[in-house]
DNA sequence: TGTGTTGTCGTAAACGTTTACGGAAAAACG
DNA sequence: CGTTTTTCCGTAAACGTTTACGACAACACA
């Protein structure tokens, strides 16, 4: 069905040696017979196999990314990601790399999929996102010494591999001094319940800016939930009803800020005339939400060509002449000011 | 550095032969001599190497399938998909299979990606989404002999793919029924520009019934968007200025709805109140937006699961013993009532 | 005891590549 | 013209599996 290297072989009249090497692109071969073997290649529309290739080479030419559910949830942050994941892939195709990415259902948190990818060699490298103060993934890849890049930071596995992180502390600090700019005082914050480092950095930020201030920091204020629409929804209210009403909010999540912006609707309260409402990081809904959410943006798709990047640049296979470099950055995230403030 | 079969071979002082056929089940291997390779492999943290088993089965284990980006969009409809691939991921692992979810930046329709996946044979079937009514991946496909399925149908390729579709006509023949019930007759309609088949399918539901309550089809309040927030938001007010204003609007999407809510919003038309509004396909954002929008939702993990059992029953390694067969099924959309209309 | 059957295992080929090695011919050099 | 170098190509092994085939022992049966 398939053509293979021996039909081309066999109808050029030469060695699968040579056409191998032709095909590959290595100097010992004749540019005549070169380009004989590239036409045939086309005629024929021979490609080569990969699991032939993968066998013999101990490697994929494959990077996976781990799309990671949390427990509990149908969620998976996809209008985040995809962008991210378009960037990504453009640059791994540059490399000749293709990108799958592993699904798992919620609840596992992905550590037995990951150990099967790893394991059975499906690919080459991987790429985690939502990383967790303490994250077993990454104490497991580590030890099994498995090449992998991190979109966020970790206090797991020390600084051996490279990472790519938004400065959330940052945002949250910005977003706190643009809200006491404003005259805001009593001012909420609302994030996910999990131990996503994300979302410590974000609290971290809020809580130094407001000290920074002179205001004191109120835990009635500050409110955890599920990763998703319902969280927001459900926790909202819970810092509407503190004793001093706080007068702003922001929102860790774009989703939870959906629907804690359902919850002060119900209330009757509107974002932009009776609060403030500021999220974290930018997606379409914000945009396009009544009124527009001010919200902090990341430039998602150059993200994930960086990480990409980064990630090739610590692969030994793909390291420049001076070696394997391990690199860690973080990205500002930019503010768009819109109507919710 | 990984355990290879014959590592346990040597460790155990038998052929490897004997160990292969101990690990994969087979029936003449001593029942002893079965459990010690079992205790070995675990002992030993063996796995197989998957490029040597798919070398040497011509079978990588894996379906692919093809997150299909739009042309100058980076929306992929996601909140819609994920549940459906959490049914399929499900429904797969249980026949040993991996799911690879395989992306490409926007705007080349995915031909060569899929075209890559088929001819280095990264995947032993592929599934396609948002079948378009002529759609060149089909044609492709059934040309090549490659195995697939179908979310959606389309008119390309004959009847020789399973395929799972939306009811989309019934939807929106119920969702002009519901409005002309509450008193409706200047009913608009909203749907992405492309080719997609579900378009065409909501656009037929929604002629015939207004044809049956005998209402004229008015062209002028038939739109045409981007499928994304932004169409939503672009083309709404076009079918707001038809000479005889709508009173109720359906969107076919629900990131075109969300835009258009935020048009309607700029030129002070509430939802719920000033106008009612359907969406076909329900999501999260349905539900949290406010007013929260009658929309019609699809079972998405069951159906990801029967799409992928129905892959597997096309698939003669797979099949039952009956064989291989090819089936067809279009599932209902369930009315959700809320607060828009 | 001879023959057939069954249970268990080893041998070796095969899947489609890549690549180290060596050899023959051509080219370069003295 | 002889020697060395270069250019090009074929040979064969290797990657980690699976599996057809045959071998051998144990056992059953006549």
Redesign the interface.
Known sequence: ??SSIHDLARHLNISIGTVSRALNGRADVNADTRQRVLDAAKKL?Y??????R??RQGA?H?IAFMLQ?HPGD???G??FF??F??GV??RLAESGL?????????GDYQQERLR?VV????ADAVLLAWTRRQDERIDYLTQV?FPFATLGRSRSGGKTYPSLDLDFEQAGSDAVDRLVARGHRRIAAIRPSLNLNFSHLFLDGYRKALKRHGIEVDPALIADGFI???G??QVTPRVMLAKDRPTAIIFNND?MA??G??AL?EMGIRPGHDIAVTVIVDT??C????P?LTAFRPALEPMGRRLAEMLLASLPAFAGPEGPRIIHEVWPLELVARDSD
Chains 1, 2 share one sequence.
């Open positions: 069905m398939a529309n490609s080569p196999n990969q699991s032939g993968s066998l994929t494959s559910p149908q969620q998976y996809e209008p995809i962008p994941l378009i892939q453009g293709d990108l799958t990415v592993v699904m798992g259902a919620p099967r394991e059975t060699r499906r010494g998703n629409e319902a927001g929804y989703a959906l629907g912006c359902k609707a379409p809904l945009r396009y939400f009544s527009a």
